[in-house]
């Protein structure tokens, strides 16, 4: 794997010295593209955004935002970039989505809008809009792979059903769903990390491109 330096990207800050650095992609086509960048700075990479299938092959890894996801699926293919990231993925690249990221991630979904199309690479069912309205938002303490972080969930979709390669990070009240997965170099959460301030979900993906 390299890890040049992309373009359009911040330094890298990692706060403990280790190296090398990756260079991390935010799609930002829709969702909390800025907190993303900051998160992922904060816990050591190197970020840029992700417009155009150039700048998806200049980055080491890609995260995709929350938002909604059959906006982020359409404007996916008015960029031409759709293609692009399935391949990325099927080769290899390592992604975390959150929220409608994890919809984006997921190779089926439920409650999807008619011919909705996916990146896929998680082998698992999501439930699009799972836990509610907008008005249904919330926050919960969960554990996230043995640590404790604080969740905000905004019309976030829960996980139905994951096939045997992947790896169940968290669950969620009410109904102990499931909120959180790996599946190799994948990640997804139901969750917002990027607006708590706390940077372990972010370092906990940075160090998943340092390991493979």
Known sequence: MSYGLGVESTGPHDPEGRTPVPTIGVLALQGDVREHVRMLQEAGASAMTVRRPAELEAVDGLVIPGGESTTMWKLAETFDLLEPLRLRVKDGMPAYGSCAGMIMLADRIEDGAEGQRTIGGIDMVVRRNAFGRQVDSFEADLDFAGQPVHAVFIRAPWVESVGPDVDV??????????????????????????????????????????EL
């Open 169 to 210: 990070l968290g669950r969620a009240e009410p109904g102990d769903r499931i909120v959180a997965v790996r599946q190799g170099p994948l990640l997804a959460t139901s969750f917002h990390p990027e607006l708590t301030g706390d940077a372990r979900v972010h370092r906990y993906f940075v160090d998943m491109l340092r």
